[in-house]
């Protein structure tokens, strides 16, 4: 299935008639008659949305949702409210209880299955997040701290007459948010726009959402400016809200397929409009917290904090990928193991702190002259691996060479109280892909480099040697 959905409604035929029209989605429909059994069966299934009807006789619609969203368990599902008749404290009060958005009864069809992919798509994506998140804390990395929200960046796309006006109405209804009005060519130009239409430069943050109007210069202008947005890196996760006219049903299914995160169809409403821009800030910040967590933990898990290089753990897992590749391209690849010579007496002359700030002096000579596609990882004290793909015997020769003669000539400036430090590299070298068997994989070829460094080091260090037993 799609995802699992849970129906509340008292009226039984309203259940059946709404889970018809899912399961012919194939969604996977839950129901329940009442408040208390949705509370319940929410907390012990945990679908992926709620469908809640605004009146039941049990329990209210909007303390469902609330309690929906101060339990640690449920405050993650998303939930759409039905509302029989809608005014403005009705939209205001679902919105405010935590209800994703609202939907007029009885449903249109496909605006229903349209809001329900784009709630599915996003709950999807946090699930993935989340799972990313807790399998890097499982490895021991430690958990972010709580997100503080703070005010939005809010870009108010120009080009309709009513930019202006909404900009001020948001103000006067306490809208907490940075609000700038930009130019349609400038929304696309982050992270370097021009000048927003009010004649103020802009700043160079991306902004965190956006507001566009369905109609811009011309008719559907405000979808393709949200493709648009969706398909460049600076503005890909940037929350989105759709303003829509009342009968734009079409549109509305459209901007949802697109990528909105939210639509307001109808007579403008600031404060309505104020409540959607706080819950998206809100679920924005979390997104990007998570986000940027998974990537900061996953390059803790990959990276040397020392030097920057990658570290034996990343080392081992790419070499064999590279050994992988060789196999499929009949290409041979090069491995390098590299020892700075005679450290500690660095160590024991200068002490730790200029000792590693000449082993990040090496890691940086090295990863600037070895090639975007070879892989640089510190492994070990002193000790580096160079892996290069693609790369024969005499490539590898010269490689090895140009990075002995660079770590000899030039020494690593440390500061104003220490002089520069000379260091040398004893090199040991292997060659893998150049045949078939064992004697290429990666922990062979490492094995075969390592005594041909150590072959170095006995030849006097500062030389590069080859152990070509695997050719």
Partial sequence: ??????????????????????TGACYDVLQAGTG???????????????????????????????????DPITRDIPVVMA??????????????AGAEDYLTKPFDEMTLLARVRSLLRARQTEKELRLRDDTSRELGFAEAPPVFIKPAEVALIGGCPDAVSWKTALGLAG?????????????????????????????????DIFIIPGDLERQDGGLRLLSELRSRAATRHA????????????????????????LMAGTFDAEELKVRLDALATRKRR?????????????????????????????????ARISDHADNSGNPFAVMMLDIDRFKQVNDTWGHQVGDKVLCGVAKRLQENMRDVDLVARIGGEEFLVAMPDTNLDQARLAAERIRSLVEEIPVVIGADVPPIHVTLSIGVSIGGVNDGVSHQPENLMMLADQALYASKNQGRNTVSFNLTAA
């Fill in 1 to 22: 299935m799609a995802g699992q959905i849970l129906i509340v409604d008292d009226v039984a035929t309203n259940r059946i008639m709404l889970k018809v029209r899912l």
């Fill in 36 to 70: 208390q059994d949705a509370l319940s069966m929410a907390q012990r299934e945990r679908p992926d949305l709620i469908i809640l009807d605004y009146d039941l006789p049990d329990i209210s619609g909007t303390e469902i949702c609330e309690r929906l969203s101060n």
């Fill in 83 to 96: 509302i029989a008749q809608i005014d403005h404290e009705t939209r205001i009060s679902a919105l405010r």
């Fill in 175 to 207: 809208c907490r948010h940075r609000i700038r009005i930009v130019a349609p060519e400038d929304a696309l130009a982050w992270p370097t726009p021009k000048k927003s239409t009010d004649h103020q430069k802009t700043e160079n943050q991306t902004p």
């Fill in 239 to 262: 929350g989105i809200i759709m303003m829509l006219h009342p009968n734009a049903q079409q549109q509305a299914i459209i901007a949802l397929d697109l990528g909105a995160n939210d």
């Fill in 287 to 319: 997104s990007d917290q998570l986000r940027n967590s998974v990537r900061d933990r996953l390059r803790l898990a990959m990276q040397d904090p020392l030097t920057g290089l990658f570290n034996r753990r990343y080392a081992f897992t790419h070499l």
